[in-house]
């Protein structure tokens, strides 16, 4: 059993110490927007915050996270979907299929805290997301959005 904090909730979960927080947030906890990808950490599908910094959750074992760390999920990001990242991907369209798209905005909110007002290099090296869709153009638009910067 493991104490997690998703969301300012204390979960109890019933998770052997070596499960990936991803399985425990979907399977146990039955927050299914962080999304599982690759297994391995490369296609941000499943990126999470922990204590404000963007996570894979896919390859983090639960053992890892201590009760007092907060996790925010694409659900605990705003509850109204008003977060700016939120507002400027819906208001350029930004998914096709949509798959990885709360990692992606999980990111974009990660780089926001941390940068402000991004360049288009700042951008791309943070958004290392993967989309299979290819919607790199958009994603930079939003982000951009978001900062309150004009659509690049």
Do not use: F
């Amino acid at each position: 059993m493991a104490k997690l904090n998703i969301n300012g909730k204390i979960r109890d979960v019933q998770v052997e110490p070596d499960t990936p927080l991803l399985w425990a947030i979907r399977e146990q906890v039955g927050l299914t927007g962080t999304k599982y990808g690759c297994g391995v950490a490369q296609c941000g599908a499943c990126s999470v915050h922990i204590n404000g910094e963007l996570v894979r959750s896919c390859v983090l074992p639960v053992g890892g996270v201590k009760p007092t760390d907060k996790v925010v999920t694409i659900e605990g990001l705003s509850s109204t979907s008003s977060h700016p990242v939120q507002k400027a991907w819906s208001a350029l369209d930004v998914p096709q299929c949509g798959y990885c798209q709360s990692g992606q905005i999980m990111a974009a909110a990660a780089l926001l805290r941390k940068k402000p007002k991004p360049t288009d290099q700042d951008i791309d090296d943070a958004m290392s997301n993967v989309c299979r869709c290819g919607t790199y153009q958009r994603v930079r638009a939003a982000v951009h959005m978001a900062a309150g910067r004009k659509q690049a």
